[in-house]
C-alpha cells in the first residue's frame, strides 16, 4: 500500500522559533492535505495543495506540493504555544480508476513549543 | 455548529461486546469516510460513502465491521464481538462533491473506544 514517511517525529523549539517538517512518498500523490490534532480531537485541516510546485500559505503556515509530487513540507513562522499538537500530512494517490478518495497520513510530527 | 459530530465521544466494552458509534456529515456534504486512528500513528481509511452508496472498503475492515448510511445523511459503523485489538479512536470526515474540494476531509471529534 501507499506509505508517507513524516518527520522529523518530533521537535522541540522555542516560543518564536520558525519550524519545518515534510514528507515523502513512495510513489506520486495527486493532492497534499495538512492537518493538526490536538490530544482526543479530530484532525483540524490547516493547507490543501492541488498542483506540483504550488506554494500556500494560512497566516504563519506556509506549505508547498513538491514539483516531483512525492513530497510536501510544512512551515511555521514565529511560533506561539497554541501551535503545540500534532500534525499530519496526508495525501491522496494517483489512481488509474480516479474513484478512489481515500487519503493516506503519514504518522505525524509531535510540535512541542517551550515558552 | 455546522461541523462533523460523532456520538458517542467515548465508548467503554467489554470484549465481545458490539458497538455502534454514529456520524453526523457537514449538512451540504455526500462524501462520508471512516478512519481509525491507534496511538501514535495516523490514521488509517476504513470505508467510504457517496450518498447512500458504500463506495470503498478497506481490507481493515473486517466482517466484525459494518458500516451503513441509508439516507444519505448520517452514518453509523457497527463492531460486532470486539476484541482488544479494536480499541482505537474511531474518526469520521465528510467532503464535497466537486473537483478539488472533493479532496478536503473535515474530520469530526473522534470516539474512542476502549474494549476491556
Known amino acids: 500500500g501507499q506509505q508517507l514517511n513524516q518527520s522529523p517525529q518530533s521537535m522541540f523549539i522555542q516560543e518564536g522559533e520558525d519550524v519545518s517538517m515534510n514528507c515523502t512518498s513512495s510513489?506520486?500523490?495527486?493532492?497534499w492535505l495538512w492537518y493538526k490534532q490536538d490530544p482526543g480531537e479530530g484532525p483540524v485541516l490547516l493547507i490543501a495543495?492541488?498542483?506540483?510546485?504550488e506554494l500556500t500559505s494560512n497566516g504563519r503556515l506556509t506549505a508547498q506540493f513538491g514539483i516531483t509530487r512525492k513530497d510536501s513540507f510544512l512551515n511555521i513562522s514565529a511560533s506561539i504555544p497554541s501551535d503545540v499538537g500534532i500534525y499530519f500530512c496526508a495525501g491522496q494517490p494517483i489512481l488509474s480508476s480516479g474513484s478512489a478518495r481515500q487519503l493516506t497520513f503519514g504518522s505525524g510530527t509531535q510540535l512541542t513549543v517551550l515558552p | 455548529d455546522t461541523g462533523v459530530s460523532q456520538d458517542p465521544r467515548h465508548k467503554i466494552t467489554k470484549r465481545g461486546q458490539n458497538v455502534t458509534f454514529r456520524c453526523d456529515p457537514i449538512?451540504?456534504?455526500?462524501?462520508l469516510y471512516w478512519y481509525r486512528q491507534t496511538l501514535g500513528q495516523g490514521p488509517e481509511f476504513l470505508t467510504y460513502?457517496?450518498?447512500?452508496?458504500?463506495?470503498?472498503k478497506s481490507r481493515l475492515l473486517s466482517d466484525r465491521f459494518s458500516a451503513e448510511r441509508p439516507k444519505g445523511s448520517f452514518s453509523t459503523l457497527e463492531i460486532q464481538r470486539t476484541e482488544q485489538g479494536d480499541s482505537a479512536m474511531y474518526l469520521c470526515?465528510?467532503?464535497?462533491?466537486?473537483?478539488?474540494?472533493?479532496?478536503?476531509?473535515?474530520f469530526g471529534p473522534g470516539t474512542r473506544l476502549t474494549v476491556l
Open positions: 460513502f457517496q450518498n447512500e452508496a458504500q463506495l470503498e
Open positions: 495543495l492541488y498542483k506540483a510546485g
Open positions: 510513489s506520486i500523490f495527486n493532492t
Open positions: 470526515a465528510s467532503s464535497e462533491t466537486g473537483s478539488s474540494l472533493g479532496f478536503e476531509q473535515f
Open positions: 449538512s451540504e456534504h455526500n462524501r
